[in-house]
């Protein structure tokens, strides 16, 4: 994979994660699967990226109180049950089959994960899911749901709980703070399990992250500019492409 398309690939995932507070695992780990990187070191780049960049955006939101704190730790216990069965079934898999057959349910694995990120989304747009979906089951559910998927995929640390839960807070801007410091903790104890059993590539890191800090300095000043309808629209169209890319990599 040529440098300038990889530094490229990661300013543009870190201008949208800024801009959204997702987008990492659900459009980043699909295009580094077409550009011939194995799962598993797609997966492990994946979690650093993350790291990096959205430690930057969550101490922003941070510092202007933009953090649910109560909120905060109920989401973290439930996901910690979640990261746990997910780091549980990773050892299980990669202990008993080949790592190409590993390779292969991961690549299906995350292909169902961002299939049900996008259900969650239309459905949130077309029947305005996450008002109705209220009480702390629900943020119990989400938890549970973002920890097993994160830890298996790389995917879903941001997207489940802004999908699910967007009525639970006041403001939009809340919503994006809490479940940016959220993804941010959750990444990291992910990233810890996966070290365990998976592989990464420091080259590809590097390269993914010098492009992603020039992507959320980009992020920052764009987002200023942009409607809440020009959100929406860059989110969909995010969550398309990632669908379409997912089922050209497993059709093809």
């Known amino acids: 994979m040529e440098a300038i398309l990889t530094v490229i690939i990661g300013m543009c995932i870190g201008m949208l994660i800024t801009l959204t507070s997702v987008g990492s695992g659900i459009v980043m780990v699909p295009l580094l699967l077409h550009a011939g990187v194995s799962p598993m070191y797609a997966l492990g780049s994946n979690f650093f990226f993350v790291l990096t960049v959205k430690t930057i955006s969550a101490i922003r939101y941070y510092r202007v109180g933009e953090v649910d704190a109560h909120a905060l730790w109920r989401m973290l216990a439930s996901a910690g049950v979640g990261l746990l069965a997910g780091l549980g079934m990773l050892w299980w898999l990669t202990s008993h089959y080949s790592h190409a057959t590993v390779e292969g349910i991961i690549v299906w694995m995350l292909t169902i994960a961002i299939l049900l990120?996008?259900?969650?989304?239309?459905?949130?747009?077309?029947?305005?899911?996450?008002?109705?979906?209220?009480?702390?089951?629900?943020?119990?559910?989400?938890?549970?749901?973002?920890?097993?998927?994160?830890?298996?995929?790389?995917?879903?640390?941001?997207?489940?709980?802004?999908?699910?839960?967007g009525r639970h807070f006041k403001t939009a801007s809340r919503l994006i703070g809490t479940n940016m410091v959220f993804s941010l903790l959750v990444s990291l104890l992910a990233t810890l399990g996966y070290l365990s059993v998976g592989k990464v590539d420091l080259t590809l890191v590097v390269l993914l992250i010098s492009g992603g800090l020039f992507g959320v300095l980009i992020g920052s000043r764009v987002g200023k500019l942009l409607s809440e309808y020009q959100h929406r629209a860059l989110l969909t169209l995010m969550i398309a492409l990632s669908v379409v890319l997912m089922l050209m990599k497993v059709i093809g």
């Open 117 to 165: 990120s996008a259900g969650l989304y239309a459905a949130n747009e077309l029947t305005d899911l996450s008002s109705r979906v209220r009480g702390r089951y629900m943020v119990i559910l989400a938890g549970l749901l973002t920890g097993f998927i994160t830890q298996t995929t790389s995917v879903g640390s941001g997207v489940f709980i802004l999908m699910l839960l």
